[in-house]
Every structure is written in structure tokens, then in C-alpha cells.
């Protein structure tokens, strides 16, 4: 049938899904280990992909696909897939962001029971002819406490099981209001006290520069002699070497790791470590999970080839061409905006009000709003936001939004400006310049002009001599070297901004020494 819609699965999928796409009508092929040299010259041929993560979606792959409309990846990340090449080829890429909640929140919940009563350590004991009962004296969890770093989906099912095994939970997420917590008995804590005051601390959040080792040795030192840690989430969050450390020297009790900064990962020195359990990366390693995975990548496939709207695609959604060509030059401007208030003010962020200021803005402001919300939201949540589901995210975690469009005054120019409201009120506002790109021209009411991008080291301060020189000095100690710089004032000896754009990542003593100079409220390393 020359009209038949084909679609080519790459890697292994779950039957249920591979029925969806037949029973849909379509021409399913399952060819999976292809090489990129054997996959571009098969993919022209195809309509739709489904991958998981074994396939290599490159660009070369994208622009290989002639007939190519939408690529599924049956899981949560999309790290496999070029996001920016199928973008502006107008190829739709879905995944499934949900699929593998109860997977993983099972999974972390056994491995807190596992720890609480040494479970794989008696059972090997045993199987080597032991009879060890002393040795092997656990905890209940029960009127324990559980902390939760990250509350999205898998975070806040774990707490929904923890509670029903009449356990009191703590949790920290920047993005979730006091509101959504408390609906959920969950209590909000700062970082620091959850670490403090947890029996068992589990995570639940993406990789990234702000998440990297986000517990290393100092954050340890603050945990419980009996506290026990768990990552099921993202390999890298942990300091591996910091967690060896500290167990070895009995500051905490132990850990249940299922994810690793390198993996494959078969030999570590935390398999050394008796009180450390470890498995293979299992979070998504059900037979249900692999199914609903399956199945939401299929139903989205056969919804967008059908000319109907999809559930969970991460990349643009459609808009009219005239408008998509207006707004466009200010996406990139409206999420790294985004990104450097929920990186500043995370705190704060609960009703958030979006100003478009200027000509360029009389269109459907929808799409750049979607922008600003998907780079607040970015850092926190342990599944991709995307622009298409962003709004409903906000939504989920109890932030409200709000854009409104001003006509500018006296010819001033286009400006979006991102403002909160509540206890705290907070404001950032940034144009995109032909030529230079993305600008920050606003900073909580000081005027500035820097570039948005890379790292930006914001340095809150009391206008004072010598406080710029000693910055530079710290800097230039610690080889981080400044690209640009700009501070903003609104009177002589009063309340300041200095915004510095550095070339790498300054180190932590380097911040902390930063932050100690008197005059300096604060030193916060944003990163874009």
C-alpha cells in the first residue's frame, strides 16, 4: 500500500507497544544493533523511529530521514537523541516521562528496607553456611524519618509508600510550594536540616552542573552516624569517593546505590564496603515499566501520524509559522532567563508574572512564556521539562503563572522581564540583540548589561571600595579568569549587583572566600 505508514524500531520494545503500531495500520520493521552507517541508509525509508537508549539518534541519523516525522524514545531521557537537529527539521520527538514512576519508587523503597535490615549481607552470610543473627540486627522504619531530595513524580511516590510504612517525611525541592508539600504530608525543610535530621535520605533528580556532586563530603559530615543514603536517580550526584570515605569512616551507615558516575560500573570501592548495597542500574528494570514505556511511545506515535495531538513530546510544539518567525529570536533569551531566576530564587518562585515589553511581542507570546517556565523548572525535576510540558509541570508543583504585555515608553526597546510575587519579590529582565545574542539588562531593579550565557557569578554587595578588586584578586588566585564584567547601583554606598561572566567553573573554596569578604551578602555561580 503506497500510502502505508512505516515505522522502523530499533532497539528492543515491549510487544504491547509493537501491537499499538499494527494494529494502527502501520508497517512495523524491528531491526535492532544497527550501525549510524546502517541506520541512515534505513531510515529514509520510514515515517516514525522508536528507539530506547541502545540507538543513536545523531543529526546525520535526522537528516538521513527524508521521510521522517517523529522519533519515539520508549523511556525517560532523550540524552540519545538530537533534540536541536530533529527541532528544525520539524521532527516530533516523544518520550515517555511517566512510565517508569512506580519502577523506580519501588525500587527505593526496597533498597530502604534492604539497608534498614541488612537483607543482601545476611542472605550472602547465609549462603556461605553462617548462621549470624546477632550480627545482622536491623531497624524498623517505621516512626523513622525519611528525607526526600527532589519531590516529582517518583519522589512523591515514595513518600506516598514511606508513609504508609508509618514513616515521617521530609523533603527539599526549590520548586514546590509549602501548599503542594503539606497536601501531601510531606514537611518542606531547608537542604541542610534534611540532611540533619533524616534516618534515610534518598534523591531524586536529574544530572546536571547544579546537581554534580551536590553531596560531597561536606554534606555528609552533616548527616546522622546512623543515616543511611539512596540513589536510584542519576549517577554523578553523589562524590562516589566522598560516599567510600565516609562510610569507611563509620560518619554515616551505609548506602544503596543502583546508578554510578561511569557505568557500566562492575568495580568500585564501594563494593569493598559491606554496609553499601549496589545494583546494576534497575530503576526502569520492570516488566510493567518496560510495557507502559512501550505503550505511551506507540499511542504517541500513532496520535501524530494521525494528524492528532501527542501526550509527551519534548521539543516544539506547532505554531503558526509568522508568529514561530516573530518570537523565535527570543526563545533562547526567555529560558536561559528561566534558568538564572530558578537558579537565584528558587525559593521564591511560587507566583510568577512574565512582562513582554515591545513591538515584537503584539503576537502569541505562548511559546516564549513555555520558555521561561521550562528553564525555571530545569534544574529540579529528575525527568526532561520540555516546552510542551512545562506549563502543566508549573502547574503540578502549585507555581502559578502569569504573562502580561506593556507597551514600551519613551521608544524604549523589546524587553521580557520575569518577576515573583510572595514574601519574597524577585526580578530579572533580558533582551536578545542582534549580533550579541541574549543580554541581561535588569537585575532585581539595578540596571546591568552581560551577556546571558556561561557562567555568571552573581555577587550581591554593599557599594564599598575595594570589594571589585578583592573579587578579581580570589579569582585570579584560583585561575578562573573574567570575561566581562558589569555592577549595577542606584546610589553611592548603597545596595549593589556585580555580575561577572567567568571562563570555568570557579571552586568552592574559591566561592566561599568570595563570599567572606566584607560587604558581600552572597556569591551564587549561575550557570547557562
Not at 512506580?102 to 528496607?113: K, S
Not at 549470624?132 to 525519611?146: A, F, N, S
Request: aromatic fraction near 4%; include cysteine; charge should be negative.
Amino acid at each position: 500500500m503506497a500510502d502505508q505508514m512505516r515505522v522502523l524500531i530499533s532497539d528492543p520494545v515491549a510487544q504491547e507497544g509493537i501491537q499499538i503500531l499494527k494494529d494502527a495500520g502501520f508497517e512495523v520493521v524491528v531491526n535492532t544493533g544497527l550501525s549510524e552507517d546502517e541506520l541512515c541508509d534505513l531510515i529514509k525509508d520510514f515515517d516514525a523511529l522508536v528507539v530506547r537508549s541502545g540507538t543513536q539518534v545523531t543529526a546525520r541519523v535526522i537528516e538521513s530521514g527524508a521521510r521522517l516525522k517523529i522519533v519515539g524514545r520508549a523511556g525517560v531521557g532523550v540524552d540519545n537523541v538530537d533534540i536541536p537537529a530533529a527541532t528544525k527539521r520539524g521532527i516530533v520527538v516523544v518520550n515517555s516521562p511517566s512510565g517508569n514512576t512506580f519502577a523506580a519508587a519501588e525500587l527505593t523503597v526496597a533498597h530502604l528496607l534492604a539497608l534498614a535490615r541488612h537483607l543482601p549481607q545476611a542472605h550472602a552470610s547465609l549462603k556461605q553456611g553462617k548462621w549470624d543473627r546477632k550480627k545482622y540486627m536491623g531497624v524498623e522504619v517505621r516512626k523513622k524519618t525519611l528525607g526526600i531530595v527532589g519531590l516529582g513524580k517518583i519522589g512523591r511516590t515514595v513518600a506516598a509508600i514511606a508513609q504508609g510504612l508509618s514513616m515521617k517525611v521530609i523533603g527539599f525541592d526549590p520548586l514546590v510550594t509549602k501548599d503542594q508539600t503539606e497536601s501531601l504530608g510531606i514537611e518542606l525543610v531547608a537542604l541542610d536540616d534534611l540532611y540533619r535530621n533524616a534516618d534515610f535520605i534518598t534523591f531524586h533528580l536529574p544530572l546536571n552542573e547544579q546537581t554534580k556532586h551536590m553531596v560531597s563530603a561536606k554534606e555528609l559530615a552533616l548527616m546522622k552516624k546512623s543515616a543511611y543514603i539512596i540513589n536510584v536517580a542519576r549517577g554523578g550526584i553523589i562524590d562516589e569517593a566522598a560516599l567510600y570515605e565516609a562510610i569507611k569512616e563509620e560518619k554515616i551507615a551505609g548506602a544503596a546505590i543502583d546508578v554510578f558516575e561511569k557505568e557500566p560500573c562492575t568495580d568500585s570501592p564501594l563494593f569493598q564496603l559491606e554496609n553499601v548495597i549496589a545494583t546494576p542500574h534497575l530503576g526502569a528494570s520492570t516488566v510493567e515499566a518496560q510495557i507502559n514505556v512501550a505503550i505511551d511511545v506507540a499511542e504517541d506515535v500513532v496520535s501524530f501520524l494521525n494528524g492528532k495531538t501527542v501526550a509527551n513530546a519534548v521539543n516544539l510544539p506547532a505554531v503558526p509559522p509568522d508568529v514561530f518567525h516573530k518570537v523565535s529570536p527570543f526563545i533562547e533569551t526567555a529560558e536561559r532567563l528561566g534558568q538564572m531566576f530558578g537558579q537565584l530564587f528558587a525559593g521564591s518562585i511560587q507566583e510568577v508574572e512574565v512582562i513582554y515589553r515591545g513591538k515584537a511581542f503584539d503576537v502569541d507570546t505562548s511559546l516564549l512564556t513555555a520558555s521561561v517556565v521550562k528553564g525555571l523548572l530545569a534544574v529540579g525535576l529528575e525527568h526532561p521539562v520540555t516546552l510542551v510540558n512545562a506549563m502543566m509541570e508549573a502547574k503540578d508543583r502549585g507555581i502559578k503563572i502569569k504573562a502580561t504585555k506593556e507597551m514600551p515608553a519613551n521608544g524604549a526597546g523589546d524587553l521580557i522581564t520575569i518577576r515573583s510575587r510572595g514574601q519574597e519579590e524577585h526580578s530579572l529582565g533580558g533582551t536578545s540583540i542582534k549580533g550579541l545574542g541574549p543580554r541581561l539588562l535588569n537585575f532585581d531593579g539595578f540596571r546591568v548589561d552581560i551577556e546571558l550565557g556561561g557562567n555568571i557569578l552573581v555577587v550581591p554587595h554593599t557599594d564599598q571600595p575595594g570589594i571589585i578588586g578583592r573579587v578579581g584578586m580570589i579569582l585570579g588566585d584560583h585561575n578562573v579568569n573574567i570575561g566581562a564584567m558589569d555592577v549595577g547601583r542606584k546610589a553611592l554606598g548603597q545596595e549593589a549587583v556585580m555580575l561577572l561572566s567567568v571562563d570555568s567553573t570557579p571552586s568552592k573554596e574559591a566561592l566561599t572566600k568570595i563570599a567572606e569578604i566584607d560587604g558581600v551578602k552572597k556569591v551564587t555561580d549561575v550557570r547557562l
